[in-house]
């Protein structure tokens, strides 16, 4: 999940860099422990870290860990996640390449890469001066959360599959991108 910051947000840098930090050092923590009660204190201290450095996001990805399903497919030469979103009207996906920062979700495009809506350009310039940014997305933090805290199997898998299995799952994949691309070009 890493991603370069632009020269022009040096602070941004800095919150990358102690995001990284955090979550690596979590992983060296955790890796040797056999003991349910210091890992427990580790992930406890890492969400403090996350929440005081992300705020709500961490919030929204913990709640996507609770309530949504994620499956990271495998393959030989490449994985692919996929976070299916139940709402009570409808079921949709939303795809992430582990361990790269981007996410094709209106958050991501507003809050991380400062894109917003033609309709909010139309309404103020000023108004988007008030989004707050962020390093990520609640997907992508959900996801590496997942592959990190390793949350209960309803919640969270990891299948390995074949080949053709991964270019089926491409298809849908772009199936998916295709919809996003149709009901924001409304």
């Known amino acids: 999940m890493q991603l370069e910051a632009k020269d022009s947000f040096p ?3 800095i919150i990358v860099k102690l995001i990284e930090e955090a ?3 979590y992983e060296r923590n955790t890796s040797a422990l056999d003991i349910e009660l210091n890992i427990e204190v580790h992930t406890n201290h890492l969400l403090q870290q996350l929440k005081a450095l992300l705020g709500d996001v961490l919030v929204e990805a913990l709640c996507i860990l609770d309530e949504q399903s994620i499956i990271l497919y495998t393959n030989e030469s490449c994985a ?3 976070i ?10 939303i795809w992430l390449f582990p361990g790269v920062n981007y996410c094709n979700c209106k958050q991501f495009n507003e809050r991380v890469l400062g894109l917003s809506s ?3 350009q139309q309404n103020s310039v000023t108004q988007t001066e008030n989004v707050q940014r962020s390093y990520t997305c609640a997907h992508v933090l959900a996801l590496r959360l997942a592959q990190l805290l390793r949350p209960k199997p309803s919640t969270y898998k990891v299948e390995a599959v074949t080949t053709q ?3 089926n799952l491409n298809e849908r994949m772009e199936c998916s991108f295709l919809e996003i691309f149709k009901e924001n070009s409304l």
């Open 84 to 93: 299916q979103i139940k709402h009570q009207q409808y079921a949709s996906s």
């Open 165 to 167: 299995q991964f270019n």
């Open 23 to 25: 979550l690596q050092q």
């Open 11 to 13: 602070a941004k840098r």
């Open 118 to 120: 033609e309709l909010e």
């Open 80 to 82: 692919v996640a996929e």
